[in-house]
């Protein structure tokens, strides 16, 4: 059984940094894929980030790009959002997920390609 947690969200100024958490519990996370997404109230689940199942590959949005780093460490069954230069627009809940193919990071900003996920972490920069 699969299970996702994530952590590190919190209240900061726009110009701070956060790193958020996620931690896999049960079999294979080293084979998937793992994403970040984020969702603001009233709207559509976002992508934000996917590291493959060996960091080889990474992807981010435009939006983040420049400013968010995905990373994972397989011995600690974790994956890493670092999240710099905090503007308004990234006021959101963080969630984490997993792809659901081992082994395949295809079509990663696809929510539906993703079949577990965490109950996310609040993140919210103000001005």
């Known amino acids: 059984q699969v299970q996702l947690a994530e952590s590190g969200g919190g209240l900061v100024q726009a110009g701070a940094s956060l790193r958020l958490a996620c931690v896999h519990s049960?079999?294979?996370?080293?084979?998937?894929?793992m994403g970040w997404f984020r969702q603001a109230p009233g709207k559509e689940r976002e992508f934000v980030a996917t590291i493959s199942w060996g960091s080889a590959f990474t992807t981010y949005s435009d939006p983040v790009k420049g400013r968010f780093t995905i990373s994972r460490d397989n011995t600690m069954n974790t994956v890493f959002l670092q999240m710099t230069d905090l503007i308004s627009a990234d006021t959101a809940v963080y969630y984490c997920?997993?792809?659901?193919?081992?082994?395949?990071?295809?079509?990663?900003?696809?929510?539906?390609?993703?079949?577990?996920w965490g109950q996310g972490t609040q993140v919210t920069v103000v001005a």
């Open positions: 997920a997993r792809h659901a193919t081992p082994r395949s990071v295809l079509r990663p900003e696809e929510p539906n390609r993703y079949n577990y």
């Open positions: 049960g079999d294979n996370f080293s084979t998937y894929a």
